[in-house]
């Protein structure tokens, strides 16, 4: 998976939001596959308009557990904001993550101006549920 700065940096070399678009598609791509099998209820992430799926694999527990995702969505667009989140918090430790200023990050690729109102919703969700699943973890849950 590509670093999170690495992308950040193309999206600033990007400068035309058609390529940012491609760029996004393009990541989406890369994204590893979440198996079937995990495609459950379980692993939904509501408040998303496309269908998306979160899996979390601690290693470890409490605060300094590493965590692992692999997610899936049946949008290419979502495919490639699921990589850059998942740029974000890949291998941190669960206090890492709920600590982090994801949305902060974000910012500074100048999604939030270019996604529509839905897919930005959705965005919050998945951070949400990152946030959500790191406590988790660190509580011991």
Request: negative net charge; contains cysteine; hydrophobic residues 40%.
């Amino acid at each position: 998976m590509r670093a999170y700065q690495d992308i950040a940096a193309d999206f600033e070399f990007l400068e035309d939001w058609e390529d940012r678009y491609r760029y996004i598609i393009e990541l989406g791509k890369e994204l590893p596959n979440l198996p079937e099998e995990d495609h459950t209820e379980e692993n939904r992430v509501h408040g998303c308009v496309s269908q998306v799926w979160l899996k979390v694999i601690p290693e470890g527990s409490g605060p300094g557990a590493k965590l692992h995702f692999l997610a899936d969505s049946d949008a290419i667009i979502v495919k490639g904001l699921i990589y850059i989140l998942l740029s974000m918090v890949e291998g941190k430790t669960a206090r890492e993550i709920m600590d982090m200023d994801i949305a902060g990050q974000l910012e500074r690729l100048g999604l939030q101006e270019h996604l529509t109102q839905q897919r930005a919703n959705g965005l919050a969700s998945m951070i949400e549920r990152l946030k959500r699943e790191a406590r988790k973890v660190a509580e011991g849950g």
